[in-house]
C-alpha cells in the first residue's frame, strides 16, 4: 500500500472566532504510529476529531482512506475521545460485548487478550475502575477493532508514569503495523517516543514540523525533548505536566 491513508488540503477550523487549526495541509501514510504533540490549546484534539469525522472542516479537505471523513460508525477509523467514552454500570466484560455487537471489525479474541495483558479484571464496572483501568478499558476497545486507522486523543494525560509506561508498553505489543496506523495526541513525548514513528508538532493551530522519528534522532541524538524544544520553545518540556 502506497497510498497515503490520512491527506488534509489547506484545513482550517474555526469554532466561533477562534481559530483551531488554521491551513493544515500532510498527508499520513499508513502502517505508522504517529504521534501529534503540541501546548495545550495547540489544535491536536481539533485535528483528530476531523479525521474521525466528528467535526466538519471550516474550510479545505480531509481525506481518510481515499474518501471524505463522514460523520458515521466508519470502517474506517476507530477513535477513542479523551473525555469518559465508556458506560459506567457496564461491567468490562459487558463494555467488550457491547463494542463487539456495534462494530463488525471488533476482534474479541484479541481484546481478551488485550484485557489480560493490561491486567483488567472482568466482572469490575467501569465506574469502579482507576483512571488508569478507565484508559486502558478504552484503549482495549479502540484498538481490538480492525479499523486501518486508530484514534487515540490524550490517553496519557493526568496518569502517573508508571501507568503511562505500560499503557505504551500495551499499545506496542498490540498494535499491528501491517494492518494498522495509530495517531495519538500526547504531551507526554519523552515517554512515547519509543513508540513513535512519525510526529507532528502543533503550536497555535499551525504544523511547526512533521517528520519522521529516525530523521529527527539523525539530527538531534537520542532523545526528542531537544528537538521538541527547538520547534516549539524552551518551555515545551512542561508540556509533560499537562
Ligand atoms: N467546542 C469548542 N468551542 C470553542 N472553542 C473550542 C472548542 N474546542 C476547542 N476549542 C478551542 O480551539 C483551540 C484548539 O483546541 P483543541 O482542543 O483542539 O487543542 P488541544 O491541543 O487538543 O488542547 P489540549 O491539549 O488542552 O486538549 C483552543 O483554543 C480551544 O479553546
Known sequence: ???????????????????????????????????????????KSTLLKLTAGLLRPTQGKVIVNGKPAKRRISSEVSYMPEQDGCYPFYTVTEAIKYYNSIYTDFDEGKAKEMLDFNELSRNQEV??????????????????????????????????????????????????????TVVITTHEVSEIEPALDMVIALKNGKIVKLDDVENIRGMYGDSLIEWMKEVLGPNSSSLKTE
Open 1 to 43: 500500500m502506497n497510498h497515503n491513508l490520512v491527506q488534509f488540503d489547506h484545513v482550517s477550523k474555526n469554532y466561533m472566532k477562534e481559530i483551531a487549526l488554521d491551513d493544515v495541509s500532510f498527508q499520513l501514510p499508513p502502517g505508522k504510529v504517529i504521534g501529534v504533540i503540541g501546548p495545550n490549546g495547540s489544535g
Open 127 to 180: 465506574n469502579n475502575l482507576s483512571k488508569g483501568g478507565k484508559v486502558r478499558l478504552k484503549m482495549v476497545l479502540a484498538m481490538s477493532r480492525r479499523a486501518p486507522l486508530i484514534l487515540l486523543d490524550e490517553p496519557l494525560a493526568g496518569l502517573d508514569p508508571m501507568i503511562r509506561d505500560s499503557i505504551i508498553k500495551g499499545l506496542v505489543a498490540f498494535v499491528d503495523p501491517s494492518e494498522q
